[in-house]
């Protein structure tokens, strides 16, 4: 509709374009189903590489119409009475912003279009003031904000807009650590990320308590935010971007600063090995789910939200430790998932695949649903373990030349889409899930055309074929390299 719209009338602004799309996302959709993380998490799947870029770019303008605090809201509530509690929606944005510079045509373009803001300061309400201004500087507000720290306390912080939470959760904070260039935030009465049920059940006594606080560095904002440093510093150099670094009150960070200590970091931080003597250590190597969380032993959980980072910044590891941590996640997390990915250890305490959010029982970790991101399998992090997998093989296979972790994962990950195919052949949808219950069984509760599930295995998809391709033509330079070598001649 929108596309009829700008052809029917291409003189129309952009502006009141983005406006009527934030009102028809809306009314078609309800306020309940659109979310700023789902949102950019599912674009570059189903609107980059489907070539709908005017529906990426009004996407992108319409959601960095409402940043305050320096984030952008998962709960878009028609922009008038959004949520600012999630530390991840903003990621997600930036690194979709880089993608439409690199997968379109003079995408860089993107960065100068005008974003008309609802809420130029924190604490405007909505309709007292606006402010027009580059996406650039939306963009480069989002992270100062992020570099100087973000600290608030939720607006109307109380039953009214969540009904379970403690008065603790609705106290929001979110941080780019200067020394380490990490990116922490969150407290362990809220849930800031993707996953992020708020427990409800009084009678299982789980009430007002996340599941997954996952506060301190949640392991995917670092590939997240090394991605988007790279691509800013890139941005900068070819001089699409006009700002070379973020400000503090007394100190500067450069893009490619930046992202030269997330990677410096990452690895120090975050993968376990044999050196590591915590005694929350339960399976190495893995790459932790979390640095410095409040409940120490949630770090250590084998969680697949490090193949999110990875499939964002494949190098943020060395190719070898990051194989090693994908081949433990393939054998406990996918192995008997065929469409989704376990979000938790099977052999953790708190581990129920079976996802039911009418359970009114007495059992606190599945009561209310509150095992929603503890064990049920969920699809589109399991597209970015398969992209992952593909990445950091294909990364084996130029460093070393040794083919098997390629072969390895090229076969797994068609097997693994094959299965999604025949999941998609039977949806009354013709699409993919939410998620599944344990080891693929329906689950009720999930829902049945999920965007974000589609969208990053249409990713998956891309990325097998490019990859594939390189792969093909890098084995066949090697093999004609080893035959020049050898001693026998014909």
């Not at 950019?40 to 959601?63: H, S, V």
């Not at 959980?301 to 941590?325: G, M, T, V, Y």
């Not at 052999?347 to 959010?357: E, L, P, R, S, V």
Request: glycine fraction near 8%; aromatic fraction near 12%.
């Amino acid at each position: 509709m929108l596309l009829k719209c700008r052809r029917f009338r291409p003189d129309f602004p952009i502006s009141q374009l983005v406006l009527f799309f934030l009102f028809l996302s809306i009314c078609f959709a309800g306020i309940w189903r659109n979310w700023g993380r789902d949102t950019f998490i599912a674009l570059p799947g189903l609107l980059l590489l489907t070539g709908r870029t005017f529906e990426a770019r009004a996407n992108i303008l319409a959601f960095a119409a409402t940043l305050r605090h320096g984030l952008i809201p998962n709960l878009l509530a028609e922009g008038k009475m959004p949520r600012y509690n999630c530390r991840d929606a903003v990621w997600f944005w930036l690194v979709a912003i880089i993608r439409y510079t690199e997968k379109v045509k003079d995408g860089e373009s993107i960065l100068g279009e005008s974003v008309l803001r609802l809420y130029p300061t924190d604490e405007v309400e909505y309709g007292e003031q606006t402010k027009t201004e580059p996406l650039s500087a939306t963009m480069f507000e989002a992270l100062s904000r992020h570099f100087l720290g973000i600290d608030f306390r939720e607006r109307n912080a109380g039953h009214r807009i969540d009904e379970h939470m403690r008065d603790e959760g609705f106290n929001v904070k979110a941080y780019i650590d200067g020394h380490s260039g990490l990116i922490f935030g969150g407290n362990r009465w809220n849930c800031g990320t993707w996953m992020d049920k708020m427990g409800s059940s009084e009678r299982a006594g789980n009430r007002g308590e996340p599941a997954t606080p996952r506060d301190g560095a949640a392991v995917e904002l670092q590939g997240l935010a090394l991605c988007v440093a790279r691509g800013l510093d890139r941005l900068c150099r070819d001089g699409a971007f006009p700002y070379n670094g973020m400000k503090g009150e007394s100190s500067f960070l450069s893009w490619s600063d930046w992202a030269a200590k997330i990677q410096h970091s990452f690895e120090q931080h975050f993968f376990v090995d044999d050196n590591c003597q915590s005694e929350f250590v339960h399976r190495r190597p893995i790459v932790k789910d979390s640095f410095g969380a409040s409940l120490a032993f949630a770090d250590f959980q084998l969680r697949p939200n490090f193949c999110i980072a990875l499939n964002a910044s494949p190098d943020i590891l060395s190719p070898e430790k990051a194989w090693a941590a994908l081949e433990i996640a393939g054998e406990v997390l996918a192995k008997n998932a065929p469409y989704g990915i376990c979000t938790l250890d099977p052999k953790d305490w708190a581990y129920n695949g079976n996802y039911d959010n009418d359970d009114d029982g007495t059992n606190r970790i599945s009561a209310k649903g509150w095992n929603y991101h503890q064990g049920p399998e969920w699809l589109w992090v399991a597209a970015c373990y398969m992209s992952a997998k593909l990445k950091v093989a294909s990364l084996l296979l130029h460093k070393s030349g040794d083919s098997s972790a390629w072969l390895s994962a090229v076969g797994e990950i068609r097997q693994r889409l094959f299965a999604l195919e025949q999941c998609l052949n039977r949806s009354d949808w013709a699409s993919l899930p939410e998620l599944t219950n344990h080891a693929g069984a329906f689950c009720a509760h999930s829902c049945p055309a999920q965007a974000w599930s589609v969208g990053c295995v249409m990713e998956t998809l891309d990325t097998l074929e490019a990859m594939e391709k390189e792969g093909m033509n890098l084995e066949g330079r090697q093999s004609d390299r080893r035959a020049n070598d050898s001693p026998i001649k014909h």
